[in-house]
């Protein structure tokens, strides 16, 4: 009997990890996994509409959770997809 391994998914299922409200309505913060590294990406929450990636590959959990924590704090205090302010 010849045992086989299974090669790890390049891409994972997407991960909702943050929400929050723009001027273009409501977005969410995804994670997911894409060929071993975890992107972080802005999309709208209604389907319909810009995504931007946040961070193509998060080093750490705890550079995860300061990624975001920075990303809602900007969203806050200006009131629109913080992206928008990088002339993307």
């Known amino acids: 009997m ?3 391994t299974e090669a790890p998914a390049a891409t994972g299922r997407n991960v909702e990890l943050a929400a929050y409200t723009a001027d273009i309505g409501p977005r969410r913060i995804v994670g997911q996994r894409v060929e071993g590294q975890v992107q972080l990406r802005d999309e ?29 704090r900007s969203a806050k205090k200006l009131g629109y997809v913080p992206m928008f302010s990088l002339g993307w």
């Open 44 to 72: 709208p929450a209604t389907g319909t509409g810009r995504t931007f990636v946040i961070e193509p590959a998060v080093e750490s959990h705890a550079a995860l959770e300061a990624i975001i924590a920075d990303y809602l």
């Open 2 to 4: 010849s045992a086989t």
